[in-house]
C-alpha cells in the first residue's frame, strides 16, 4: 500500500473541498460574516428555485448552529467520504449497477457511467432527463445528477454512509469534477487501483490522512495554552493502529475466548496468537472452571465492542474472526455475515465522519461475504455521539428531558460516559415524537448508545484516544477527575478503566496504549487496582511501534486483559529494543525475547511497576534486603526562586569570601564568609566533581530565607558529608560524594548516612543499582523517593563491608585528583603536564 500517495491526496483533497464548497456558498450569497438571509429570493442576480431556495435556507440554519468553518469542514469531509466510498465500492465491483463511477474498466480517470449514461441501471434515474442532458452536452450537470442519484440508491442499503442527499449538502456539491486536475482525478490518478482492491484498510488511512492538518492545529494551539475543543478531540487523538497489532489483539481476546472453550478453527490463520505459559496447578484447576463457561458460548452469543472504533480497523478484523469461528460450527459465509452484523460487532465514536466510515468499512466486510448484505434489516450495532449534540432540553419534559440531559456533553465524554434509561423506558420509546427539542435521529441514536453502553461485552477491543491532562478542555478535565481519579492523568488510561467496566468478569479487554501507566507514580493506583482484578498478556511495543510517529514521543504496548487468577504467569513479549511497525512484528513473530511472569511479584516492588522481565534474584532483593531510605535519608534542596540573584560559579567571586568547610549553621552565622559550597547537579560524572556553584548563604541564608519565592528544604542536612546526583540524566544516574562544607539543590540531591555511606554509594554506582531504576524510575528523572527505594542487601560479614569501602574511598580519590587537575577546580594547584 502507498501511503505515502495516500496522504499525499487526503491532504490536498481536503483543502481542495473545502475551497470548493467555500466558494460554492459564496455564490449563494452565504459568506463567513454576512447577513445570511435564509429568506433571499436570488442570488447574484439570479432568481433561486424553489429547491435552492430550501437548501440555502437549511444551509444558513448550519450554520447558525455550528458557525461558518465548521459547515465548510462538514461538506467537504461529507463530499470526500462519498467519493472515496464510491471508489471502493467499483474498484471491487461492488455497485448494484456494475457500472464504474470515476473510471474505465483500465482504471483510467474515464467515468464509465458517462460513457454508457443512456443504458447505465441505477435506482432512480431519470432516462429522459439523461438523455436530454446528453443531447445538450451538459456532461458537468449529467455527471453531478448522476452521482448524486447513486448516492441516493445506495442510501437503502447502506443509509449511514450515503445518506439521502437533496438538503445542503447537495447546494454545495462541488462543481468542474470532470477536470483533470479535480479532486477525483487525483484520487484515481495518484493512488493505485491495486491498493483500494479488497483492502478496506485505505478507509482508515484516509481517514487519519485527512485529519493532518487538524491535528498539526491543534498541537500547534497546545504550544499556545490552547485546550482541545470536543470538535477538535478526534483529529488531536485519532491514531491508526497498525494491522498486525490489531490481529494481535483481536486474536488474543476474541479469538482466546473461543479457543479456549472450542478448541482454534482448523482453517483459522491467527498467526499472532500467543501460547499460553505453563502453569500451576492450582491455576490450571481455575482455568478449567472458566473454560468450561466458554464451552457454552454459541457464535450468535458473542458480544464485541471497540468503544473507540475510528474507522473500524478492529471491527473489521474481528469479522473475520468471527467468521473462522461461525465455520467452524458449520454456518454458511452468507448466514454467518448477516448474524455478525445484528449479534456480535458493536462500536461507538465521538466522531461522525469515523462513524460513518467504520460504517462503511464494516459493511464492505459483510459485502466480501454476502453480496445481498447490503440491506435495511442487515445493520451493523454501530452509533455515534456527534449525532445527538444540539437536543433543547428544555423543550423537553419528564423522562424524556432528564434521559436527554445525559448527552449534553457526549461528544466530549464519548464512551466514559455512563447513561442510564428512562424510568419507564418502554413508555418512554413508545410515546416518544419528535419536538422541536429534540428529533427523532437524535432520540434514536440515544437509545442506541444507552443500549450499547450499558451491556456487557464478552470482548472490549480499542486504541484509545491519547491526551493528557494538559490538553483536555475544562469539561473534560472536570469529568475525568470526578470519575476516573486514578487514571486522569491521561485519557487512554481512563479507558483501561472504562473497559474494564464494559467487560463480563471473565470477558477479554484488549487494548494499545501508552506504557506511562505501567510505571509512573501517577497511575499506581490504577496499577494496584489492575492487580486484583485482572490477568495481562502483553506484546510490550516501546518506542517507534507506529511509522507515522517519529521519535521517541509515544512508548506504547498492546495488552490483553480478563479476571483475575491468583499466580496466573502471563506471557509478555519484550519489544522495545526494536524500531519500526515491521521490526517488531518480525520480533514477535520470532518467539524471541519471551517472558513468563506473576503479577503478584510486581507488588512486591516499590510502586508496583508492570516489571515483568525482571529476575527471580531482582524480586528477592527486595523481598529480603532493606530500601536504602530505610538506611538513610535523601533529600531535596533550596530552590532559590532566583539563580541570577543567589548563585555564582566559585570563580566568579572573591575566594576569601567562600567559606570552603563551614560544619554547622551556627557556624555560618558567626563567619564573615558570604559563599558557601553549592551541589547543583551537573553533567554525568561519578564518585567526584561537579564543584562549581557558590550560593550567597551569608549569616545562614537571611537574604535567601528572606526571598518570598524560595523554598528552603531540609536545612539539618547542610554542609554534612553526603553522596549527591542530578535530577536529570541522559540515561545513566551518576553519583558523587561531597565532603562536609557543601549546601545542595533541588537538582543535586543529596543522601546522607552516617555509617553507610560509602557502601550505599558503592551500591548506586553499580550495574545493579542501574537495573534497579531502570524498573522504578524508567524517566530521565531521577527523584529521592527513587534513590530510596533501591533495595540494599547489607553483607553479613565486616570485613566485605569495609572492603567495599576501601574501594569506594579509592575511587573517590582518584576522581578528586582528575577533577583537581583542571583549573575549574577549587583544589586546583598545577597542570599535570607541569
Given amino acids: 500500500m502507498n501511503k505515502t500517495a495516500i496522504k499525499n491526496f487526503a491532504v490536498e483533497a481536503r483543502v481542495m473541498l473545502i475551497n470548493a464548497v467555500t466558494q460554492l456558498a459564496y455564490e449563494f450569497e452565504v459568506t463567513e460574516n454576512g447577513t445570511n438571509d435564509p429568506a433571499q429570493e436570488s442570488v447574484n442576480g439570479r432568481s433561486l428555485t424553489a429547491a435552492e431556495k430550501n437548501q440555502r435556507s437549511q444551509l444558513i440554519a448550519n450554520i447558525r448552529q455550528n458557525g461558518f468553518t465548521q459547515t465548510m469542514e462538514e461538506a467537504a469531509y461529507t463530499w470526500f467520504n462519498r467519493f472515496i466510498a464510491l471508489r471502493f465500492m467499483e474498484v471491487n465491483n461492488y455497485l448494484p449497477s456494475h457500472t464504474r463511477i470515476f473510471s474505465d474498466e483500465s482504471g483510467n480517470f474515464k467515468p464509465e457511467v458517462l460513457s454508457d449514461a443512456a443504458n447505465v441501471e441505477i435506482d432512480g434515474l431519470d432516462k429522459e432527463l439523461i438523455l436530454e442532458l446528453l443531447e445538450n452536452q451538459e456532461n458537468e450537470r449529467l455527471y453531478k445528477y448522476i452521482i448524486i442519484t447513486q448516492c441516493n440508491a445506495l442510501n437503502k442499503g447502506l443509509p449511514e454512509m450515503f445518506e439521502q442527499i437533496g438538503g445542503w449538502t447537495e447546494l454545495l456539491f462541488p462543481r468542474n469534477l470532470l477536470r483533470e486536475d479535480s479532486v477525483i482525478a487525483k484520487m484515481i490518478t495518484e493512488i493505485p487501483e491495486e491498493d483500494w482492491r479488497d483492502q478496506v484498510q485505505i ?119 468471527l467468521i473462522d469461528i461461525y465455520r467452524s460450527c458449520g454456518w454458511g459465509e452468507r448466514d454467518a455475515a448477516k448474524s455478525i452484523l445484528r449479534n456480535n460487532l458493536y462500536g461507538l465514536d465521538i466522531d461522525r465522519r469515523a462513524y460513518q466510515l467504520a460504517y462503511f468499512a464494516v459493511m464492505m466486510k459483510a459485502r466480501q461475504y454476502n453480496r445481498r448484505i447490503c440491506s435495511p434489516e442487515n445493520q451493523p450495532n454501530l452509533a455515534n455521539f456527534a449525532d445527538v449534540m444540539g437536543a433543547d432540553t428544555d423543550m423537553l419534559s419528564g423522562s424524556i428531558r432528564r434521559f436527554a440531559e445525559q448527552f449534553a456533553f457526549a461528544d466530549t465524554y464519548g464512551s466514559l460516559m455512563t447513561v442510564n434509561a428512562p424510568d419507564d423506558i418502554d413508555a418512554a420509546v413508545s410515546d416518544f415524537s419528535p419536538t422541536f427539542g429534540l428529533n427523532m435521529r437524535q432520540f434514536d441514536m440515544m437509545m442506541k448508545i444507552y443500549k450499547i453502553l450499558s451491556q456487557k461485552y464478552d470482548v472490549v477491543c480499542t486504541n484509545p484516544p491519547y491526551m493528557g491532562g494538559s490538553g483536555m478542555n475544562a469539561k473534560l478535565s472536570e469529568f475525568v477527575k470526578s470519575k476516573f481519579p486514578d487514571s486522569k492523568s491521561d485519557l487512554f488510561a481512563c479507558f483501561i478503566e472504562k473497559c474494564g467496566q464494559l467487560a463480563k468478569p471473565h470477558g477479554f479487554y484488549a487494548m494499545i496504549t501508552q506504557h506511562a501507566f505501567m510505571f509512573l507514580s501517577s497511575y499506581e493506583n490504577l496499577r494496584k487496582k489492575l492487580m486484583q482484578k485482572t490477568t495481562v498478556n502483553m506484546a510490550h511495543l516501546g518506542a517507534r511501534a507506529f511509522d507515522e510517529i517519529g521519535g521517541e514521543v509515544v512508548q506504547t504496548t498492546a495488552f490483553v486483559m480478563t479476571g483475575h487468577i491468583k499466580d496466573y504467569k502471563g506471557t509478555y513479549a519484550r519489544l522495545v529494543d526494536t524500531v519500526g511497525e515491521n521490526e517488531k512484528r518480525d520480533l514477535f513473530l520470532s518467539g524471541d525475547k519471551r517472558f513468563a511472569a506473576k503479577q503478584e511479584n510486581f507488588s512486591k516492588i516499590p510502586g508496583s511497576p508492570v516489571a515483568y522481565w525482571v529476575s527471580e534474584n531482582f524480586i528477592r532483593a527486595f523481598e529480603n534486603g532493606r530500601l536504602l531510605g530505610e538506611i538513610a535519608s535523601s533529600k531535596q534542596g533550596i530552590a532559590t526562586a532566583d539563580n541570577n540573584r543567589f548563585l555564582r560559579e566559585w570563580y566568579e567571586v572573591n575566594v576569601e569570601k567562600i567559606l570552603f568547610d563551614c560544619s554547622t549553621h551556627e557556624e555560618s552565622k558567626t563567619s564573615p564568609a558570604k559563599w558557601y559550597p553549592y551541589n547543583k547537579g551537573g553533567e554525568f560524572r561519578k564518585w567526584y566533581g561537579n564543584n562549581d556553584y557558590v550560593v550567597n548563604w551569608q549569616y545562614d541564608g537571611a537574604e535567601l530565607r528572606n526571598f518570598k519565592k524560595s523554598v528552603i528544604r531540609n536545612p539539618n542536612f547542610y554542609f554534612m558529608p553526603c553522596f549527591s546526583w542530578s535530577l536529570i540524566s541522559s540515561s545513566v544516574a551518576a553519583f558523587r560524594y561531597k565532603p562536609k562544607g557543601h549546601i545542595f539543590d533541588v537538582a543535586g540531591m543529596s543522601c546522607f548516612s552516617n555509617d553507610k555511606l560509602h557502601y550505599l554509594l558503592a551500591l548506586c554506582n553499580s550495574s545493579c543499582a542501574m537495573k534497579v531504576l531502570e524498573v522504578i524510575a524508567p524517566t530521565i528523572n531521577y527523584q529521592c523517593g527513587d534513590i530510596a527505594n533501591i533495595p540494599v542487601i547489607i553483607p553479613d560479614s565486616d570485613e566485605v563491608e569495609n572492603h567495599v569501602k576501601e574501594l569506594v574511598k579509592d575511587n573517590i580519590d582518584s576522581c578528586k585528583t582528575d577533577w583537581d587537575y583542571y583549573e575549574v577546580s577549587w583544589d586546583f594547584e598545577k597542570h599535570p603536564l607541569i
Avoid at 250 to 258: A, K, M, Y
Avoid at 289 to 316: F, T, W
Fill in 203 to 321: 478507509i482508515g488511512w484516509l481517514y487519519q490522512y485527512y485529519n493532518t492538518e487538524p491535528k498539526d492545529k491543534v498541537f500547534a494551539d497546545l504550544k499556545k495554552n490552547i485546550k482541545i475543543s470536543a470538535q477538535a478531540i478526534p483529529a488531536a487523538t485519532q491514531l491508526f493502529t497498525p494491522d498486525w497489532i490489531v490481529r494481535y489483539m483481536v486474536e488474543n481476546s476474541l479469538g482466546r475466548l473461543w479457543a479456549e472453550g472450542h478448541g482454534k478453527p482448523d482453517d483459522a490463520d491467527w498467526k499472532y496468537y500467543l501460547d499460553e505459559a505453563e502453569q500451576e496447578d492450582p491455576v490450571k484447576a481455575e482455568l478449567e472452571k472458566i473454560r468450561a463457561e466458554y464451552k457454552n458460548i454459541q457464535p450468535e452469543n458473542i458480544k464485541i465492542i471497540d468503544p473507540c472504533m475510528g474507522s473500524g480497523h478492529i471491527l473489521v478484523y474481528a469479522f473475520d474472526v
